[in-house]
């Protein structure tokens, strides 16, 4: 056994975890409380909460895809016996574009009729979406997967990790015709999901 191998893998999940939290709570932080001048009514604060749903838009999806994410890490370190200081690397950088969602997703509520703003915050979703792919074809190579997992929850993850790349790549060709409804495209994550998991 290589020497690099680690039996545990707790302290990367602590990793993980504590990063999300993080970036799942700053999220929040792009929604500022609207500033009126007076006079005040419920219709002017009507009016700046109705101009603020880009932000609530931003915020809702970023936090569900997030949440997504932190689930597929999950399924994944359930199955994963042991790590290595590679594998550890490879979650740092996964982690690194983790942190950016705070900044991509506020990029999206400001300029979100922008092409360059969308496409930013697509690839960010494909590179977090992709480095589980990644993991997952890592750790089967190096036999890191624990016995009692099946060769169908196996192959299962081999495609199912693969959906948000995919989706992300489909926001971004929506880019050229609607950057602005583009995010719409990691709707159709469940349906995708299901026509995966019944193939």
């Known amino acids: 056994m290589a020497r690099d191998i680690?039996?545990?893998t707790s302290r990367i999940e602590t990793l993980v975890d504590g990063i999300f939290a993080i970036a799942m709570t700053l999220l929040v932080l792009n929604i500022a409380v609207p500033q009126l001048t007076a006079p005040i009514s419920n219709?002017?604060?009507?009016?700046a909460l109705i101009s603020l749903w880009p932000?609530?838009?931003?915020?809702?999806?970023?936090f569900i895809l997030l949440a997504i994410f932190w689930r597929m890490n999950h399924q994944q370190f359930y199955a994963i016996k042991r790590t290595n200081t590679a594998l550890l690397q490879i979650t740092i950088m996964w982690l690194l574009f983790v942190a950016l969602v705070p900044f991509s997703a506020s990029l999206s509520a400001q300029y979100g009729?922008?092409?360059?703003?969308?496409?930013?915050f697509h690839v960010n979703m494909f590179l977090i979406g992709l480095l589980p792919a990644l993991i997952w074809y890592?750790?089967?190579?190096?036999?890191f997967i624990d016995e009692a997992v099946s060769q169908k929850r196996i192959n299962e993850g081999k495609r199912t990790y693969l959906i948000l790349p995919f989706l992300s790549l489909v926001a971004m060709g929506l880019t050229f015709i609607s950057p602005s409804w583009s995010p719409l495209a990691y709707a159709l994550h469940p349906l995708v999901s299901r026509i995966i998991?019944?193939?």
């Open 6 to 8: 680690w039996e545990s």
């Open 197 to 199: 998991k019944r193939i």
């Open 55 to 62: 932000n609530f838009f931003a915020y809702g999806l970023s």
């Open 113 to 120: 009729s922008l092409q360059s703003a969308e496409i930013f």
């Open 138 to 143: 890592y750790v089967i190579r190096k036999d």
């Open 43 to 47: 219709a002017t604060m009507q009016s």
